[in-house]
């Protein structure tokens, strides 16, 4: 028999997609995946204001996703488990095998490992 998720599971996991339903969210999740980044680094590779990417920082933090450590004046950001990109990629990869019916393709078609 397969098991099913218990009902606290579409619970948390609904308020956990409500909290990454935004691009530049996922952008820095991406980012700071194997590295630690601090926030002037993520306003470079993000392309928005300093406010903007500080407001998903916390946002994030608050949420436990993603850790912080000081180092002089500087506040280096750093995803506290590489696995809740996972989703992320999986759903690229149906975008580009075209297995979502009636998707706009993503400007890159190769498929990205979930490892």
């Known amino acids: 028999m397969k098991?099913?998720?218990p009902k606290i599971a579409f619970?948390?996991?609904a308020k956990t997609y409500k909290l990454l339903a935004n691009e530049k969210r996922l952008e820095i999740l991406n980012n700071i995946?194997?590295?630690?980044?601090?926030?002037?680094?993520?306003?470079?590779?993000?392309?928005?204001?300093?406010?903007n990417v500080s407001q998903h920082l916390a946002?994030?933090?608050?949420?436990?996703?993603?850790k912080t450590r000081r180092d002089?004046?500087?506040i280096y950001y750093k995803i506290v488990d590489a696995e809740i990109i996972k989703p992320c990629v999986i759903l690229y990869n149906l975008w580009v095998s075209g297995t979502r019916a009636h998707a706009?393709?993503?400007p890159h078609k190769n498929?990205?490992?979930t490892k």
């Open 3 to 5: 098991e099913l998720l």
């Open 111 to 113: 498929k990205v490992s």
């Open 72 to 74: 002089g004046l500087n």
């Open 33 to 51: 995946k194997y590295q630690e980044r601090c926030v002037e680094d993520l306003v470079k590779i993000l392309g928005v204001s300093k406010a």
């Open 104 to 106: 706009s393709l993503p």
């Open 11 to 13: 619970i948390n996991n």
């Open 59 to 66: 946002l994030l933090r608050h949420a436990g996703i993603v």
